[in-house]
């Protein structure tokens, strides 16, 4: 049987439906035979429901009934979530999108479990998120399979080690925000020349997805197609001596080397701050 045939017989509880738990359970809904997503306000538990799915307050009551938990609370409530869940998930799968978090400790919190990492992006909001997937050396078991499938249904699935996960979150995790500033600065360069807004914006999108796909498509380096659209003494050359003077490909690479560092000290603060909440709570 293949992963998502199993998905379709199966329960899936998403612990905290919160922006991220959400997008996961209108992906997912579909892929699954049941879809229990929690909350503490009653503004979650709507929403849930909303989705067609079961909502509780239970996170334990929820975790029991479910073969697959995803874990998608804020790190600060991690510990609280994995003390409530402990002893009903041994031989389930766990998956865990909580950034900083570690293998080590989701195993350390929650014995017995499968445990695995996962970081989405954003674009789960319309079932298009590039998430990746740690431990990479799980991905040719079963239970792996099914948590690659379970985040299929939101887009696509890439296996990384876990050392990885902090650039991941800085390209991909992060990405979509840096875009959007860079769409946005180059439309209100069209604005300053006086197209309208709204026409700038729509065009610039069509051209940003396209010339993605065309990268993707014919397969040729970024470089290959900035030289082809690069006439002597025309408009593009005199746009890109602007940019190496502004900096801008130094700014981006720096933008993602700071995003990696500040990934990797939150991480680090994130992971001891959760330790030390389990240790108390042993
Ligand atoms: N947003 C993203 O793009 C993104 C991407 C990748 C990973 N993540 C990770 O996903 C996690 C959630 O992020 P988010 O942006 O979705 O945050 P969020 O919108 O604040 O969602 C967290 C949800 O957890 C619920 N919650 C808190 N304590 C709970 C408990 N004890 N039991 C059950 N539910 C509880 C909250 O519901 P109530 O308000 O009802 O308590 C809230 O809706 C974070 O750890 C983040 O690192 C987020």
């Not at 009934?65 to 409530?84: G, Q």
């Not at 079932?127 to 050396?137: I, N, V």
Request: hydrophobic share 45%.
């Amino acid at each position: 049987m293949t992963a998502e045939a199993r998905l379709r017989r199966l329960t899936l509880a998403v612990l905290g439906a919160g922006r991220i738990g959400q997008a996961i359970i209108r992906a997912s809904k579909p892929c699954f035979s049941r879809v229990i997503g929690t909350g503490r306000r009653p503004e979650t538990l709507r929403a849930v429901e909303g989705l067609g799915a079961e909502a509780s307050r239970d996170n334990r009551w929820a975790a029991g009934e479910a073969d697959v938990v995803v874990i998608s609370v804020k790190p600060h409530h991690f510990a609280e979530v994995a003390r409530a869940i402990k002893g009903v998930v041994e031989g389930k799968i766990v998956v865990s999108v909580v950034a900083g978090v570690r293998l080590q400790t989701l195993r350390e919190a929650l014995p017995g479990a499968e445990v695995y990492r996962a970081m989405p992006n954003i674009n789960a909001l319309i079932a298009r998120s590039t998430t990746a997937l740690a431990p990479h050396d799980a991905r040719d078991r079963e239970d792996a399979a099914v948590a690659e499938a379970l985040f299929k249904c939101l887009g696509s699935v890439y296996w990384i080690p876990e050392e990885w996960m902090d650039a991941w979150t800085a390209l991909i995790g992060s990405s979509p925000a840096f875009l959007a500033e860079i769409i946005d600065a180059m439309v209100l360069g069209a604005v300053m020349t006086g197209m309208p807004r709204d026409l700038a914006y729509k065009a610039l999108l069509e051209a940003v997805k396209a010339t993605a796909e065309h990268l993707e498509k014919r397969p040729t380096h970024p470089l290959q197609l900035r030289d082809e659209v690069t006439t002597p003494a025309g408009t593009t050359i005199h746009g890109l001596i602007k940019l190496e003077s502004e900096g801008v490909k130094a700014g981006l690479m720096k933008v993602i080397e700071a995003s990696t560092k500040r990934g990797r000290e939150l991480a680090a603060l994130i992971d001891s701050a959760v330790r030390r909440s389990l240790n108390r709570q042993l």
